[in-house]
């Protein structure tokens, strides 16, 4: 094992023969007999696991040198000893004050010595252990937190695939809606006036939730869900409780989840926040800001946001890409529809950001076009 090496500081060369020759059998000691050679060793060479540092020396003391030692980030963790024939209790609390670890007192005491020295030692490798370990940890937090947000959002893409495959129409329907809802995300920050509603962390919430609006067509029927024409009024209405299929199917694996880990603790609620938002969209995604919408005819703000979000980026690429029953519309004819129904189908607020972000919606549109 590699042994701990000491740096003794002083101006005494007696003194540092003395330290030299009572520490060497067990450490690797080094010597400086000033405060600016102390420090510009340090700054060289390899870091001592201990310092051993006198307080009177010339040109800088030693209060001076553990100044600069504690404002150095190499060097601040290294403990230092004061050895000193200054013995007053103002003096040793002027060291303490500024991160000494101890004193020892001249003329000095070998078995004094070499028991401090052990102890401090000893600390600072239990100390060095400790901060590896705090270390480690938190790589595998990391790592950890990494693949549990892994593991949600390939939970939510494979749901999300699950009902998106049982419809051919929609290509890349999902990417191209979570796009335009993290664009409008974005300008509402910039427009203000939703704070914690709109934070970071919410509209990530919202853009991994959003591949689910749709997750209740696994519920309807493919003689109508998968019909190469417009539906009847009977089979829309059937198609409409989609949204209600979807946002029951959510809340129950939510109860369920929080069952099995025991109810709702802050970290298991933190765990399925992201589920809540997802059922808020699969449920109200069809809503309309006049209230004329379904499943629950919520009007304005009634309506959550996250909801809001989807209905206008559902409705925005449901007309700008091709469906069995129609051809793709043109950008500006879908923007002049849009604008048309602010305030009818759609939230204002909203569509004002649509507007102000117009090329960028249509960079989405070109970037995630269906093949």
Known sequence: MKPSTILVVDDEPLNLAVMSK???????????????????????????????????????????????????????????????ALSDEVNEEQGFALGAVDYIGKPIKPAVVLARVRTHLALKQAQDRLGEQNQWLEVELARRIRESLLAQDL??????????????????????????????????????????ELDDVQLDRIVKAAPMHDIGKIGIPDSILLKPSRLDFDEFEIMKTHARIGGQAIDQAVRKAMAM?????????????????????????????????YPDGLAGEAIPLPARLMALADVFDALTTRRVYKAPWTLDDTLGYIQAHAGRQFDPALVQALMAIRGEFAAIMARLADD
């Open 261 to 293: 880990h025991g109810g709702a603790d802050g970290e298991a609620s933190a765990a399925v926040r992201f589920l809540e938002v997802a059922r808020t969209i699969a449920t109200h995604h069809h809503e309309r800001w006049d209230g004329l919408g």
């Open 22 to 84: 009572l520490l060497n059998p067990h450490y690797r000691v080094l010597g400086a007999r000033t405060g600016p050679s102390a420090l510009a060793l340090l700054a060289s060479g390899e870091l001592p696991d201990l310092i051993l540092l006198d307080v009177m020396m010339p040109e800088m003391d030693g209060h001076a040198v553990l100044t600069r030692l504690r404002e150095d980030p190499r060097t601040r963790a290294i403990p230092v000893v004061f050895v000193t």
């Open 155 to 196: 939970t939510l893409c494979a749901m999300a695939e699950l009902a998106e495959t049982r419809d051919s129409d929609t290509g890349n329907h999902i990417l191209r809606t979570q796009s335009y809802i993290e664009a409008l995300g974005r300008q509402l920050q910039r427009m203000g006036g939703y704070g914690g």
